[in-house]
């Protein structure tokens, strides 16, 4: 049995349907309703742009944690968002083996609508198509200030998911926080060092070694990225025994069909089941830093 868990199924699509239809007295009603059951506030008043304004928040993390991971939907569309912010219903998805910006996950999109990189942008796309559903019911004078929010927050929200991931103390000086981004896509855009080996080898903002990719590190693509990692400190423990394994813990496509091979000609569960456990270690090492969508 596959059991579907999400906070919310109501999607930026419902929104767009009441819209189509022309029911704004029901967008009014769905818009106090979501304010008050995923994000604790009454409606009534201002009731349009603060919804807007909490989903564009959210969504601006959901972005960001897509690039910080490596993650690639597979179809971005308003079916897939849920007012609160989060994806589902994947489709063909994929995790990027490189910092690779054109890496598409779905064979069907052949001009790389959903590419690795361009994720931010169709999230954004989203939230416009929110703002025109609330139009009925709002301004565009007063939706458009909140739109133009989302992209310094994803900026803000990449910074702390980077420095989550590589378990460092995220910078209060977003120019700074920019420049270590910039030095890591700088490194990794080459497609020499993949990402989970990137970050798994520079958790707590120190090379661990020997590392497959050392004679990379030394190389003059990540200078910046070893000269700036110096000033950060580590955030959190270290002692895991994930830590001073050989490898990361992936999940590329070519790992999936492995085990889906064996499920489907031998029956055999046994690598999804290690896999599983390889994953629970990972997250058990990453714990005391993991980052929840509904904190503030």
Known sequence: MLVRLQHSHIRIGTFQRLAHIDQPGNIRTLTDYCLLHYYGESGGEGAPERLLAQVAKQAARLAA????AGFVHGVLNTDNIAITAESFDYGPWRWTPFWDGAFTAAYFDHVGLYAFARQPEAIHWNLLQLARSLLPISTPETLEPVLNEFRPAFQR???EAICARLGVVSK?????????LVAIE????????????????????????????????ESDSFADFRRLIEDYEPA??????????????SMHIDEVEAIWSGIDRDDDWSALYRKIEDIRAMGEAMAPKLDRMHET
């Open 172 to 180: 209060d000086d977003g120019e700074e926080a920019n420049r270590l």
């Open 236 to 249: 959190g423990r270290l002692d895991h025994p994930y830590w001073s394994g050989d490898a990361p813990v």
């Open 157 to 159: 929200s990449l910074q």
């Open 65 to 68: 944690s897509y690039i910080a």
């Open 186 to 217: 700088t490194g990794l855009s080459r497609k020499t060092v993949e990402i989970d080996r990137f970050f798994f080898d520079w958790r707590g903002g120190r090379r661990r070694g020997p590392s497959p990719a050392d004679a990379e590190y």
